[in-house]
């Protein structure tokens, strides 16, 4: 009878302390958050956090940096067929060097398979000349800063180069809409009012790499209907703050 007393006691208190940690469902403007229980136990102004997040450009000033370092890279790209057979590859070491306020690049090794590229050294794929838009270098090329802070992105250019902005958008403004994508483009919108009766929001505050950071997660939701699922671009976005 006491050891059943004990393990009653021990559920009851199991029991309560889950209550005590149940996630917080809060309305920001009109819209849903889930606040975890450290969010809301440390009286954090979650509503400040959430326009940080949304506006931030951290990820955006580290690219830009990059343009303006020297610094070693090793480079890996796969493109496969429909099978999912490799048809293509690139593996290479470069090197940025940065001297004044200029940046060339040094191809320190490279090993291409298959057709990457053409005769004129081109490539044949759009991903792999997305990557190198983005990351190596051809000739010199001078003047660039990291200042992010007042500069509204805009979609300019046409064909490859409307790509590239694109790409980037994606890379350092997940979640915000881009113009200019048939079918998808405002689907990439996870902030809007659609968005919000499609996806689920969570704010956490958890140790990551030995460091406290927010952790903010788009989950799209598990009751939608066949033609709501037809809305969803993105099955869930996981960002460290």
């Not at 309560?16 to 403007?29: E, R």
């Not at 060097?97 to 090794?109: A, F, P, Q, S, W």
């Not at 490859?160 to 990439?188: R, S, T, V, W, Y």
Request: proline fraction near 1%.
């Amino acid at each position: 009878m006491f050891k059943n007393g004990l393990l009653f006691v021990s559920l009851v208190l199991a029991f309560n302390m889950q209550l005590a940690a149940q996630d917080t469902v809060f309305n920001a403007d009109g819209q849903q958050f889930t606040l975890t229980d450290a969010i809301v136990r440390n009286h954090f102004d979650y509503k400040d956090i959430l326009n940080r997040i949304k506006q931030d450009s951290s990820f955006y000033k580290a690219f830009k940096t990059l343009r303006t370092i020297g610094y070693s890279s090793y480079n890996h790209i796969e493109m496969m067929n429909e099978n999912n057979k490799m048809q293509a590859s690139l593996n290479s070491k470069t090197r940025q060097n940065k001297i004044g306020g200029c940046r060339t690049m040094d191809v320190l090794e490279e090993k291409i398979t298959g057709n990457l590229r053409n005769s004129k050294g081109e490539y044949n794929y759009t991903t792999p000349a997305l990557y190198a838009s983005l990351f190596f270098t051809k000739g010199s090329i001078c003047g660039e800063t990291n200042i992010v802070s007042g500069k509204n992105r805009k979609i300019t250019g046409s064909g490859i180069d409307k790509a590239k902005e694109q790409l980037k958008m994606l890379f350092f403004n997940p979640g915000k809409k881009i113009a200019g994508i048939p079918l998808i483009g405002n689907k990439l919108d996870l902030y809007d009012e659609r968005a919000h009766k499609l996806y689920d929001y969570r704010l956490d505050y958890v140790t990551y790499n030995d460091q406290q950071v927010y952790i903010f997660e788009i989950t799209a939701k598990e009751d939608l209907g066949y033609f709501s699922k037809d809305e969803i671009v993105v099955d869930k976005m996981t960002t460290w703050f």
